[in-house]
Every structure is written in C-alpha cells, then in structure tokens.
C-alpha cells in the first residue's frame, strides 16, 4: 500500500511513499518541461538561444520546470540514500544506483537555483553568467558554473524508478 497504513515500518514506509511522489514529480516536470521547448521550437525554429524567443514566456515555462525537476531529484536522491540502508530493503543493497558524485552535482545545482536570488542581492549578477535563471542549451543546463546534461539526469531518473519499482515489487 503507498498510502495509509503500508507493509514497511515508519520511518521507512513514509519514506518510501515520499520517494515515489518525488520521482512521480520529477518525471511530470521532465515531460512538461520537454512540452513547453517543442512549443518553442515550433514558434520560432530558427531563433537558437532560448530566450531569444519571440514567446518568452513558454521558455521561461519550461525553465520553471526544469528548476522544480531538479529541486525534486535532488530531495529524492537524499531519500534514496536513506532508503538504501533501511534494514527492511536490504534485499535491494547492490542495485544500480547514481553514484555519489552525480547525487552530489544534482544537490550543488539545486542549491545554486535556490540561493541565486540571495547572489543578485549581494550584487554577484550579470557579466554573462547565469545567476538565478538556469541556461538551457540542447543538451543541458547551466546556472552560475555548474552544468547537469540532460542525458545524466535521465540516467539518474531511470535508476531511481528502476530502485522504487523493485521496492513496490518485492513487498514483504
């Protein structure tokens, strides 16, 4: 069961239904977002940068999405390093999982879309770099030095419901 009473003891149940909302989420963010630049793209298709668009506000959409798909991985990645040491999925230890490195580049970008505001206030804004609004580009995005392509956060979407749907399918 993923809501109410469930079959895994708290914390962990709530933990585990936590972790399904949050890539059911994060994946809902990915196709609008993935909308939301084909309406663009259609609108203009010889404009290349993005906010170049004769509709500023589909890219600004879509970057919305983007923002909340990674803020949304990023909390689902800390829930799934818990989940991972939870006596009750032992089962599941070994499995495919992002690696330490990619869940801590997903946690450094989510963090530079939540504290861009506080870096324009301080005056750190402008001079070409992307401050507190991410850059897409056709295979990624950027904000303030850091990049995530969009190929690694499919990848990490991908093992994240590979994981939960092991969870769901292996109930005691």
Request: negative net charge; charged residues 30%; hydrophobic residues 40%.
């Amino acid at each position: 069961m993923v809501f109410g009473r469930g079959v895994f003891a708290e914390p962990t149940q709530f933990q585990v239904t936590t972790a399904a909302r949050l890539l059911d989420k994060s994946l809902t963010h990915w196709d609008s977002a993935l909308r939301e630049f084909t309406e663009h793209n259609a609108t203009r298709a010889d404009v290349r940068e993005p906010l170049l668009s004769p509709k500023p506000g589909v890219t600004f959409r879509a970057i919305d999405h983007l923002e909340t798909l990674v803020d949304s991985l990023a909390r689902l990645l800390r829930l799934i390093r818990v989940l991972e040491v939870a006596p009750e999925l032992a089962q599941l230890a070994g499995k495919p999982l992002p690696s330490a490195g990619d869940r801590e580049r997903v946690q450094r970008f989510r963090n530079r879309i939540a504290h861009g505001d506080e870096d324009i206030e301080k005056g750190k804004a402008g001079q070409g770099l992307a401050t507190a609004t991410l850059r897409p580009d056709s295979a990624g995005i950027e904000l303030q030095y850091e990049r995530l392509e969009y190929a690694d956060l499919a990848g990490m979407l991908e093992q994240s419901h590979d994981y939960l749907r092991e969870v769901f399918q292996n109930l005691p």
